[in-house]
T-cell receptor, first 114, second 114 residues
Framework: DQQVKQNSPSLSVQEGRISILNCDYT??????FLWYKKYPAEGPTFLIS???IKDKNEDGRFTVFLNKSAKHLSLHIVPSQPGDSAVYFC?????????????WGLGTSLAVNP | ETGVTQTPRHLVMGMTNKKSLKCEQH?????MYWYKQSAKKPLELMFV???????ENNSVPSRFSPECPNSSHLFLHLHTLQPEDSALYLC?????????????FGPGTRLTVT
């Protein structure tokens, strides 16, 4: 049973428009959320994160929104650029016992068309 | 060299072979991780080392044996693997084990077990 779900395997957006990538989670113990980006033949790279005490975090063109009541977060990229074409992973973190677990979604492949 | 490097990038091995995957981080981090990424599955955390000590083993079969001789190097020794072990194996490092410490990933080793 997936605790972190990215229900859209792929998304296609026109250059200059907004990209919205969604992520849903089931575990209310998650208290920290991260987005990673992955290009082919490379490892994931950190993009932006948000703590559960916040509902928004912004870094340049990237903004993450967290709706705890809906157990939903989203990543907004505006304006989208062709170089943003990659797979985007949502990850959620919680303490379990003595350790902190990071649970990953399956990813959403974003294509930004010129 | 900068960041996190992994060798080899591709590996094909028979079920009776013994091989090792190597990971090296040049970031001065204290925590290192092995992940497995199988097709159509989320990233699965296998092992965690913090200050060279193994802090997590997520029910990984004993045919996978990690080794962390120092904070900069991490190995994954493989022996008598099964075809279902074919996957992308990613190494990552972070400054510490707090959720706010982003993980830096290597490019991965694409493993095929025949």
């Amino acid at each position: 049973d997936q605790q972190v779900k990215q229900n859209s395997p792929s998304l296609s957006v026109q250059e200059g428009r907004i990209s919205i990538l969604n992520c849903d989670y089931t575990n209310s113990m998650f208290d920290y959320f991260l987005w990673y980006k992955k290009y082919p033949a490379e490892g994931p790279t950190f993009l932006i994160s948000i703590s559960s005490i916040k509902d928004k975090n912004e870094d340049g063109r990237f903004t993450v929104f967290l709706n705890k009541s809906a157990k939903h977060l989203s990543l907004h990229i505006v304006p989208s650029q062709p170089g943003d074409s990659a797979v985007y992973f949502c990850a959620a973190s919680a303490f379990t016992g003595n350790n902190r677990k990071l649970i990953w979604g399956l990813g959403t492949s974003l294509a930004v068309n010129p | 060299e900068t960041g996190v490097t992994q060798t080899p990038r591709h590996l094909v091995m028979g079920m009776t072979n013994k091989k090792s995957l190597k990971c090296e981080q040049h970031l001065g981090h204290n925590a290192m991780y092995w992940y497995k990424q199988s097709a159509k599955k989320p990233l699965e955390l296998m092992f965690v080392y913090n200050f060279k000590e193994q802090t997590e083993n997520n029910s990984v079969p004993s045919r996978f044996s990690p080794e962390c001789p120092n904070s900069s190097h991490l190995f994954l020794h493989l022996h008598t693997l099964q075809p279902e072990d074919s996957a992308l194996y990613l190494c990552a490092s972070s400054q510490g084990r707090l959720a706010s410490y982003e993980q830096y990933f290597g490019p991965g080793t694409r493993l095929t077990v025949t």
